[in-house]
């Protein structure tokens, strides 16, 4: 039978490393996502996803399974991102002071989008097309915006998400409305075509 | 937010449940609540179609993948950390005791050691005296030594401008307290 997190989280607070390898193999993925599309940037995601997982792996000792490890692991993965997008905001303005060519956004890395054979052309939509949902979810508020990651592609319940951000579960759903329905006034192109078709 | 002025109260409150009905998580009393307002109202009917309708244009955002660097890189940076240490952990570091130790050695020296020293004269002097200065000298010494034993003499110049203690001379200057004037 499969070891829950938790089980594996106190298998490595024994000394158990290989339980550490089997929870980073099963999370970096999930884990570098999030933080890509919370700070845009897939090298700055790649840091702080290591950072969380050295965070987990210093705190073994004192781990106490008094919440889910997926909440605490998007805890600190949240807090993590969101003080470096309030770091390169501010980085960003003393940066634009000095220089009004060039956004930074452009010189992201493209997304990869999978390999289906598409043709260029339906390569190039789906690329536009998921640059136009990057950007949406990305203009949203910092904490709606982890709530919708969390939500939508973590898939993470509602209790957790709440505890992850630390306010109650109605205040999470207002929280999550808020944030679909501008994601849904920004995105009206994508969402339009679909209802229509 | 949306809906008929009629059923707009129904409409607001549908905003907290909209989404976990359409994500599926909503619990059944819930679940026909939504289902019973969405047959009555076509507004809200039309705005759970277009949230529909929005979480499968987000399903079109491409995952990535960790770099094949990610792992070595992790690896490197715990293998970087410092190793535990078991109950040695817990004591602190040996700079740090000795630098509690020195400082608790010095505040007992401090605390035992008398701020004031009477240097007792020697046989030739107190030999050549004559008993009535004798007799001074020990009551002054008396007095000093009760002054000396106060537990707080650190302003000690403040404490000598005083009237009663103005006639004693500063004790390391002096190698005998004079004897009061009385005695004299």
């Known amino acids: ?197 | 937010m949306f809906g008929s002025k009629n059923s707009g109260k129904q409409c607001a409150a549908l905003e907290s449940k909209l989404v976990e009905y359409l994500d599926g998580r909503a619990r059944p009393a819930e679940r026909h609540a939504v289902e019973e307002h969405l047959a009555a109202c076509a507004d809200c009917r039309s705005r759970a179609e277009e949230f529909r309708s929005l979480w499968s244009a987000l399903d079109e955002l491409p995952s990535i993948s960790p770099s094949p660097a990610f792992d070595a890189s992790l690896r490197s940076r715990i293998a970087a950390e410092p190793a535990r240490h078991g109950f040695w952990e817990w004591m602190p570091s040996p700079r740090l005791v000795f630098a509690m130790t020195a400082l608790v050695a010095v505040s007992v020296w401090l605390s035992s050691t008398p701020r004031f020293k009477t240097i007792a004269p020697s046989a030739s002097q107190s030999s050549q005296q004559s008993p009535a200065n004798q007799a001074a000298q020990i009551t002054a010494e008396s007095d000093f030594g009760m002054i000396r034993d106060l537990p707080e003499l650190e302003n000690f110049d403040v404490i000598s401008k005083f009237d009663a203690l103005s006639e004693l001379s500063v004790p390391a200057a002096t190698s005998t307290p004079e004897p009061r004037k009385e005695a004299r």
């Not at chain 1, 969390?150 to 992850?164: C, F, M, P, S, T």
């Not at chain 1, 109605?170 to 994601?183: G, P, V």
Request: proline share 4%.
């Open chain 1, 1 to 197: 039978m499969a070891r829950t997190d938790v089980q594996l989280m106190l298998d490595v607070k024994a000394g158990d490393e290989a339980s550490f390898e089997l929870l980073l193999r099963k999370y970096r993925t999930p884990l570098v996502n999030f933080l890509y599309r919370m700070v845009r940037d897939t090298a700055v995601a790649e840091d702080l996803a290591q950072e969380v997982f050295l965070r987990v792996y210093r705190a073994r000792d004192q781990y106490a399974p008094s919440a889910k490890f997926t909440t605490w692991m998007f805890r600190i993965a949240t807090n993590l991102a969101l003080n470096s997008v309030r770091d390169n905001r501010h980085r960003r303005m003393e940066i634009s002071m000095d220089q009004t060519v060039g956004t930074g956004e452009d010189e992201q890395r493209p997304l990869e989008v999978p390999d289906r054979a598409p043709s260029v052309e339906q390569e190039l939509v789906a690329r536009c097309r998921a640059e136009l949902i990057m950007k949406a979810i990305h203009g949203l508020p910092e904490k709606q915006r982890a709530a919708v990651l969390l939500h939508k592609y973590q898939e993470l319940d509602y209790d957790e998400i709440a505890g992850v951000l630390e306010c109650s579960e109605s205040a999470l759903k207002s929280l999550l409305f808020r944030a679909y329905e501008t994601l849904r006034v920004e995105l009206a192109p994508l969402v339009n075509n679909s209802v229509r078709a």
